[in-house]
């Protein structure tokens, strides 16, 4: 949907209505809203100058209010409630078809943005609107392939890793995709993801499936039955976790040994708060996330506004002073130098760093928007749910 479409004045913020679904999604929101400087109160909600934003939490939406939302409230005085999520569309997918909206604006991965946009869940975006390049290479041109799609704007690519706590391995320490699997060289539990994202890719890698192929083997019934034998080996073994910050507080307290998660929380965990926390980069699943607009929100026009402020060259290099997610544009990735905090190189611990990349998978996000939900039922009915 184009500006002109909307009937709306430039900048002009229309109030939400109230309705019992949306008491329930308020309550949703506002029980996981996150204290960090931005707006997170009930009474700001249906102010004309709040706009609501749905994100993942730790570290990583520290490094949005940082970067984005505190300097965005202060060019424009527009207020920021923010609403914590773990990924996917099911409340997005709740709020449409009901007409309630909550959210004005949600972090999505690309796979979930190209799902949502196919039902029709998210306003299309006018990529024209997005501010060039400090040498004046259009955004079309500067973004990377993949960042900008009919309905969202990518901000970061992020990684989904493995990592281990190195105090229990003090002598040989797992580093491939395949010690995941050993039990014998690496013995405890493995925190995993509930979804069969990443399991899936790994399980196939370990038997030197190349990454080239593992979504056409993946395809098939027999690249699906292979991954979940490979599975089967640990599946006793395996503590399964939902919220994103659980594999670092498993690993920290010693009670998994080897857990999959974000980069970016590892990287926190580690640098931050010294925890003896070591990432495998073999086989990293890599991915693009960003925004997208709800479709109906009222709005449109300040969410672009903020869309536009928030992936400009300058901003999102300087998210990366937070957190080691590559910035979704070149001229941004020129910037990127050390973390404020620390003091550390933030180069090193880029997903997309030359010694961090040589393995790494990249996610098909076209293969899941078309293969989830099947996929999804697939994985639940071996979990044994």
Not at 229 to 235: E, F, M, N, T, V
Not at 288 to 302: A, D, M
Request: a negative charge; hydrophobic letters at 40%; glycine letters at 8%.
């Amino acid at each position: 949907m184009k500006f002109g479409a909307m009937n709306m004045e430039p900048g002009r913020m229309l109030r939400r209505k109230r309705a019992p679904m949306a008491n329930l999604m308020r309550c949703l929101y506002l029980g996981a809203a996150l204290s960090i400087g931005v707006v997170a109160n009930e009474a700001t909600v249906a102010d004309d100058d709040t706009i609501t934003i749905v994100s993942w939490g730790g570290p990583y939406v520290v490094s949005q209010d940082k970067a984005y939302f505190e300097p965005f409230t202060r060019k424009t005085g527009v207020n920021i409630n923010l609403a914590k999520y773990d990924g996917g569309i099911e409340d997005l997918r709740a709020m449409v078809r009901a007409g309630e909206l909550m959210w004005d604006l949600i972090d999505l991965t690309v796979a979930d943005t190209l799902l949502a946009c196919e039902e029709g869940l998210l306003e299309v975006i006018d990529h024209s609107r997005l501010p060039p390049a400090p040498d004046g290479t259009p955004a079309q041109d500067d973004f990377y392939e993949g960042a900008l799609t009919r309905c969202g704007v990518a901000e970061i690519v992020s990684s989904t890793v493995l990592a281990f706590n190195a105090k229990v391995f003090p002598g040989e320490q797992p580093s491939k995709i395949q010690d995941l699997f050993d039990l014998e060289k690496f013995p405890g539990k493995r925190a995993l993801q509930k979804k069969p994202i990443a399991n899936l890719e790994w399980a196939l890698m370990s038997y030197g499936v190349p990454r080239e192929e593992l979504y056409d083997l993946l395809s098939t019934e027999r690249g699906l039955r292979l991954a979940f034998a490979r599975l089967d080996q640990i599946k006793d073994h395996i503590v399964w976790w939902l919220d994103l910050s659980v594999p670092v507080k498993l690993l920290s307290r010693e009670e998994v040994v080897i857990a999959s998660g974000y980069n970016g929380r590892f990287f926190n965990a580690a640098v931050v708060l010294g925890r003896p926390i070591e990432i495998i980069w073999d086989g990293q699943l890599y991915e693009l996330s960003g925004w997208g607009i709800p479709k109906g929100t009222p709005n449109y026009e300040t969410v672009m506004e903020f869309i536009s402020f928030a992936t400009d060259t300058r901003r999102l290099a300087d998210q990366a002073k937070y957190i080691p997610y590559g910035p979704a544009r070149r001229s941004s990735e020129k910037l990127v130098r050390t973390h404020e905090q620390t003091g550390v190189d933030m180069r090193p611990h880029m997903p997309t760093a030359p010694a961090n990349f040589m393995t790494a998978i990249a996610k098909d996000n076209l293969w899941y928007a078309r293969i989830n939900d099947r996929l999804t039922e697939r994985f639940n009915a071996w979990l044994g749910e």
